[in-house]
């Protein structure tokens, strides 16, 4: 488990992040979600021990992590900007990797070399930024650490290629437990493979909740009515974040369990009625926007 406590970094007169709390469950993909600017890839490398908080604490498996060593073998970090020795090869990261981390399978590493047909011999510095990306993940996957680090992984990745690195998580989630935290500014990327979003703003979180709890507890209503209703009065006692009238079709976001929701609806008797799916960004503009934020403005 990864646990922050009133994490704080101030560069100068600007303050990157202030007072941030994150609990990272074991075998989850938490997503770090923010604008650029926002304090995403700060506090990624402070959770790394790349940078040292100015207060709170970092733990990871109830380990300090800055400048140590065994904390740092649970770990493996994909930063935004890639870092290669200078002339590398993929073959010679291999090797340095087999050096720090003890369970680096370098067998495997050369198979999805092949996979992602990237030649193992070539100079990195030759590389696409979508290859570069593409050997930063391989390298991360072949070195079976109990948690990885991703700062803007799938930017530069073609869709092709990102539901390939999403499917290649989701597996490693499965055997072997891996626990991956991803630094984002787009919701969308996210919502597929996510168990636990954050939403960072001005280095702080504005909200941060378990996704499967949100996609129950708020659910999103169209529905048609012969005669003119009072949609406050059917939904009095349950909170309404939204509503949309388009003639008589009604569309209503609101809080409580779908069968709730169904039950309220049926009571004023509708020509027609249909829960819709909500996607990440709903969820977040409707959640956010009850906190006094507009996050489409923040984030999109």
Do not use: W
């Amino acid at each position: 488990m990864i646990e922050a406590v009133n994490l704080c970094k101030q560069f100068d007169k600007i303050k990157a992040v202030d007072q941030v709390s994150v609990m990272i469950r074991e075998g989850n993909v938490f997503g770090l979600v923010g604008t650029n600017g926002a304090g995403k890839s700060t506090i990624i490398r402070m959770l790394c021990g790349i940078l040292r908080q100015d207060s709170g604490t970092i733990k990871i498996d109830g380990m300090e992590v800055y400048e140590n060593i065994d904390a740092k073998k649970l770990f493996f970090y994909i930063s935004d900007d890639q870092y290669f020795f200078a002339n590398a090869t993929p073959k010679d990261m291999k090797k340095y990797y087999s050096v720090v981390y003890p369970d680096f399978d370098s067998g495997r590493f050369t198979s999805m070399m092949k996979q992602f047909d990237l030649d193992e011999n070539r100079k990195i510095n030759t590389f696409s930024k979508g290859m570069k990306k593409q050997l930063s993940v391989i390298c991360g996957i072949c070195a079976n650490t109990k948690y990885i680090f991703c700062d803007e992984t799938f930017d530069g990745l073609d869709p092709v290629m990102r539901q390939a690195v999403k499917s290649i998580f989701a597996k490693e989630m499965s055997e072997r437990n891996m626990t991956a935290i991803i630094a984002s500014h787009n919701l969308r990327e996210l919502e597929d493979i996510c168990d636990h979003v954050g939403l960072l703003h001005r280095g702080g979180i504005l909200l941060s909740k378990d996704l499967y709890d949100m996609k129950l507890s708020i659910h999103k209503v169209q529905c048609v009515f012969q005669n003119e209703v009072d949609i406050n009065s059917i939904f009095e006692g349950t909170e309404v974040l939204k509503i949309d009238q388009r003639g008589s079709l009604y569309t209503i976001t609101a809080r409580g369990t779908e069968e709730e929701i169904h039950d309220r609806i049926r009571m004023s008797n509708p020509v027609f009625s249909e829960i819709l799916p909500l996607t990440l960004e709903e969820i977040f503009i409707s959640e956010t926007e009850v906190v006094g934020y507009d996050v489409k403005k923040l984030i999109f």
